[in-house]
């Protein structure tokens, strides 16, 4: 869990090495942006349908000219943004932490923070729920500047006003034990963007006195002005965006929209998170729904091995393949599940790791496995006509093939087994 000095409202530095602290807080950041990426999908998920313009709709292309450091130039982070817009820059928040981590030599970072998960950038638990104006609320604080939501004298011309931020907070206050047991007018408030305006800082530290195993030519200059980019693009377009969830003109404008959750404008299907799992206290009920669970688990999975591999490889056309899995696979799952089951996906953790295998040519070998478990349980799902009509039926054999492809260019010589398929 990432703690604040209370003194200070900082961040502490726990090493004395530059390089490792960097390190740490990359695999913080890394953490802290899959934890936020899910809570933010499964959010998007429970919005109904007739509120697409705010959900985000994956079949247009756009959302897939994203580039590798965002949406260039700074007035782009004012356009109005779906939640969809923000779960994808999450995505690619996760994406840019993790190719920073490789090219620093170290290990990547799948794996999100188990939920609810609490930490001191915020005074309150993150839980995977469906959308409400408390959840609104705990987006819209994750993604606030240091000012915004502050009743400081500090932060006077900076901050919203003052009736806002108060119903800002009786909202979170009303939902939150934990924002009840903290008084946050009287400590530091901090949000994501303290962690990477730390990082920035880690940069600079780091490129002057760099590791003698990295290279003499390595872009410093351009790593800091991503993780920059992740900062701004927080605070700017993804709290608009959050701003018009909380007061609902994002919805339908001056329309209370939050007033009554059984009202047909209200945005959202109201559930909890379960598990796909079997025999489980929390299990999924719903046999036919627990199965939809348990491919787009597998799906969720498979991405995230598809993504270790690519950062452990540097072979980015793995990350095509993951981004596939998304787009033609769990975006339609998650939709099915909670418009015809009012359920969520359920996110559930394979294990420590997505790193499979004791080597990466083994982890091909296991992850192929995983691919056949997820085919095989989509054309049990087929058979019974129980797959969403727009999921690609064709996905898990295309990413089969794309596994045997770009396996020999990852790794063209052999270690311990050549990758053969059988």
């Known amino acids: 869990m990432l703690r604040i000095d209370r003194s200070t409202g900082q961040i502490p530095s726990d090493y004395d090495d530059n390089y490792l602290e960097l390190v740490r807080l990359l695999i913080e950041g ?24 705010v959900r985000g709709d994956i079949t247009r292309l756009s959302y897939l000219e994203h580039s590798p450091i965002g949406r260039g ?43 609810p998960f609490v930490s001191d950038l915020y005074p309150f638990e993150i839980h995977l729920r469906s959308l409400d104006r408390y959840t609104a609320a ?65 940069t600079r530290r780091v490129a002057e006195h760099p590791p003698a195993f990295l290279p003499s030519h390595f872009p410093w200059a351009e790593w800091e002005d991503r993780m920059s980019w992740i900062l701004y693009q927080g605070e700017l377009s993804h709290y608009d965006f959050f701003k018009g969830v909380f007061t609902g003109d994002a919805f339908i404008p001056d329309d209370h929209v939050w007033d009554d959750p059984e009202a047909e404008i209200y945005p959202a299907y109201s559930f ?6 079997t025999h489980h206290p929390d299990t999924i009920p719903n046999e036919a729904a627990r199965k939809i669970a348990w491919l787009a688990d597998l799906h969720y999975w498979i991405i995230l091995c598809l993504l270790d591999t690519a950062y452990r490889a540097g072979e980015r056309k793995f990350c095509y393949k993951a981004i596939d899995n998304m787009t033609l696979g769990l975006w339609h799952l998650g939709c099915h599940l909670a418009e015809h089951y009012k359920t969520g996906l359920p996110f559930d953790p394979v294990g420590p790791g997505y790193c499979l295998g004791r080597t990466p040519r083994m982890s091909l070998h296991i992850l192929r496995l ?49 990758f053969r398929f059988a």
């Open 272 to 277: 909890k998170r379960l598990t796909a799992y």
């Open 30 to 53: 890394a953490g802290l942006e899959h934890s936020l990426m899910i809570a933010y999908l499964f959010a998007l998920f429970s919005v109904k349908r007739q509120y697409t313009r």
């Open 138 to 202: 705990t987006y819209l604080w994750v993604e606030s500047d240091s000012c915004k939501l502050s009743l400081s004298e500090r932060c006077r011309g900076l901050s919203e006003p003052e009736n806002f931020i108060r119903e800002v907070r009786q909202v979170l206050h009303d939902g939150s034990q934990r924002y009840r047991e903290r008084s946050v007018d009287n400590e530091p408030i901090n949000h994501v963007g303290s962690l990477y305006r730390k990082i920035v800082c880690q």
């Open 370 to 418: 995983l691919v056949l478990e997820a085919q095989g349980k989509a054309n049990e799902l087929a058979e019974r006509h129980q797959l969403p009509a727009t999921y690609d039926p064709q996905l898990l054999a295309l990413t089969l093939r794309g596994l045997e492809q770009l396996s020999s260019r990852a790794w063209p010589l052999p270690d311990e087994t050549e």
């Open 73 to 115: 130039g700074t007035e782009v982070l004012r356009q109005h943004d779906t939640f969809l817009d923000v779960a994808l820059e999450e995505m690619q928040h996760l994406a840019l932490v993790n190719w920073f981590l490789v090219e620093l030599a170290a290990a990547p970072n799948l794996c999100p923070h188990a939920f």
